[in-house]
């Protein structure tokens, strides 16, 4: 079987067109077999992106998929991307889709933080809940190692996969003074954290 948080260059193609409205702009991905939520903008994502602030500086986006995060907040807002997958598809889809959608990003494959040096404002993860806990809790700890002072880690996740769980752990790498709700509705959290 295969999985979106591992690399998929032996899938054969099947390229799908999303559009996505966000404010006052509209976008055009292009995405394909072997990504995350290959045929739309998966729900989580679309709450998360309705429930952040208004960011500014350096942004992100880890296990960007085909780059739909970091790509509408680097059109919305004045903020530098650098969006990062583990899938070497996904990097290719994301290297498309910043041209199409013109937005300049740095563009890495990366499992988890293993290629990244660099230290950011803002980072935001739709968790890839099917990697298991280990994988996932280490980006946590990965992602707070790579925040700024006073930088912020956003995610959405399901209480179905662990909400809870998942933000006692990241209580204990943040804070529990430092990790607040921005949305909790129909069993989705967008959890944010302050460094």
Do not use: W
Not at 16 to 23: H, V
Not at 46 to 71: A, F, M, Q, R, V
Request: aromatic letters at 12%.
């Amino acid at each position: 079987m295969n999985h979106y948080f591992k690399s998929n260059s032996d899938l054969n193609h099947k390229y799908i067109r999303i559009k996505y409205a966000y404010k006052s702009n509209t976008f055009d991905f292009i995405s394909d077999t072997g990504v995350f939520s290959k045929n739309n903008i998966d729900y989580g994502t679309d709450i998360l992106l309705k429930n952040i602030p208004e960011l500014s500086g350096t942004l992100l986006d880890i296990g960007c998929g085909y780059g739909c995060i970091g790509i509408v907040l680097g059109k919305t807002y004045d903020i530098s991307v650098t969006l990062s997958d583990i899938n070497d598809r996904a990097i290719e889809l994301a290297k498309k889709n910043t041209e199409i959608n013109g937005v300049k990003a740095k563009i890495i494959l990366s499992d988890g933080f293993a290629d990244i040096s660099e230290y950011f404002d803002n980072i935001i993860l739709n968790p890839p809940i099917h990697a298991g806990k280990a994988s996932v809790y280490n980006i946590y700890q990965s992602a707070y190692e790579h925040l700024n002072k006073n930088g912020a880690f956003y995610i959405v996740i399901q209480k179905k996969h662990g909400a809870l769980s998942h933000r006692q752990k990241l209580e204990e790498i943040f804070g529990i003074e430092n990790c607040h709700n921005l949305y909790a509705k129909k069993g989705f959290y967008v959890l944010k954290m302050q460094k």
